[in-house]
């Protein structure tokens, strides 16, 4: 069977236009399987899906401390479900000096625990969980945030915030924000799971909060998203 895409692109050659409008055909492919991509992508069976994420880090004392916020809304596609995988990876030696989780619904009463013994860890990945006081029902949302201060304890972080999706997002939000003065410039970029690069572009500065804020559609899992400074 010939896709809308080809029929419409045989229907212009025929008429002579075909030459002249080659690079629009072509983009309109590239959007389709672009559209196919991004719908594959959110039918893959998932027990859940955020349907908003905000990661966002806070410099405080540049290569000393640190505050952390992620911040998610997320959706139950099964009934029962209790917990869901809440890892992080920071690009350095780092303390967490103070821990908590808040949530508006107080019967939720989410709480961060600790991986079994028999996960592996040794690639640098601290894998934890997101856990619920009570089981999520289908298609219930849940509302938390989990925020970290960390104090360099030996290799100062590296200058990015970096995030990669492990389910369907329907909205992410990157921060980078500055207690002090920030600095010149910072980019945002997205990469393939083998590190190249997608698409870059500088980041504006608000004056007012000294962050810098990206908003990502439908970020795609296997990718990673970066603010670099």
Request: proline letters at 7%.
């Amino acid at each position: 069977m010939i896709d809308t895409v080809t029929l419409v692109s045989i229907v212009l050659s025929a008429v002579g236009a075909g030459g002249g409008l080659l690079p629009a055909v072509r983009k309109i492919r590239a959007l389709a399987r672009e559209r196919r991509r991004r719908r594959d992508t959110r039918e893959t069976p998932q027990e859940f899906y955020y349907r908003s994420c905000l990661v966002a880090l806070r410099v405080v004392v540049p290569d000393r401390e640190y505050v952390q916020k992620r911040e998610a809304v997320l959706v139950a596609r099964r009934d029962g479900l209790v917990r869901v995988p809440w890892g992080s990876r920071p690009y350095g030696e780092i303390q967490v000096i103070d821990e908590h989780v808040t949530s508006p619904d107080p019967a939720l009463a989410p709480a961060i625990v600790d991986a079994e013994a028999t996960v592996d860890q040794s690639d640098g990945w601290t894998r934890r969980y997101m856990q619920f006081g009570r089981p999520l029902r289908r298609n219930q949302e849940a509302h938390f945030a989990h925020v970290q201060t960390t104090v360099v304890v030996g290799k100062p972080l590296e200058h990015f915030l970096r995030w990669s999706p492990v389910a369907r997002c329907d909205h992410t939000t990157l921060q980078v924000a500055f207690a002090g003065r920030p600095p010149e410039s910072v980019r945002y970029s997205a990469h393939g799971p083998t590190g190249e690069e997608l698409e870059g572009a500088p980041v504006a500065l608000d004056v007012i909060t000294g962050a810098y804020t990206v908003q990502i559609d439908n970020p795609i899992p296997g990718r990673y998203y970066k603010l670099r400074w």
